[in-house]
């Protein structure tokens, strides 16, 4: 577990205060799904509406590979830092992969389904977390 604190720690700049785990996690997933072209992702901070999880992770794709393919990177990114998927669901369908990391769900979408579900209208009095500009290359979607 040491290394993939080390890991981790260089994501954060070195005069920032290290973060809380479960926001580590959150931003990891954030970073994973930015890294696979996904669009419009945002983190919710549940932890003081919800008991059981901490953050959401929400983002879209534009066809059901392309979700398929978000899913596939943040369950490879989450587990090569050590992290363990405890249970996830509609990745055959690829319409909506919910993956449940315990204090982090990440939901990737097709962008209908997400407009349809509405979660960040459901959570509305959630924080949004601001996700680090360096997450997002120079090719990122403007929507992002």
Request: overall charge negative; proline content about 3%; charged content about 25%.
């Amino acid at each position: 577990m040491s290394t993939n604190k080390t890991q981790k720690s260089e994501t954060s700049s070195s005069s920032s205060p290290a973060l809380e785990p479960s926001l580590e996690k959150a931003l990891e997933c954030a970073r994973a799904v930015i890294e696979k072209k996904a669009e419009n992702t945002k983190i919710l901070d549940i932890n003081e509406i919800s008991s059981f999880t901490h953050y959401f992770v929400i983002c879209s794709g534009s066809s059901d590979r392309q979700v398929q393919a978000i899913a596939h990177g943040v369950e490879a990114q989450l587990e090569k830092l050590g992290y363990e998927l405890l249970s996830s669901e509609g990745f055959t369908e690829g319409r909506w992969v919910l993956m449940d990391f315990g204090d982090v769900v990440v939901h990737v979408f097709l962008d209908a389904l997400r407009e349809y579900y509405d979660l960040e209208n459901l959570w509305v009095s959630a924080p949004h977390v601001k996700i680090p500009a360096e997450f997002y290359g120079p090719g990122a979607s403007r929507l992002n």
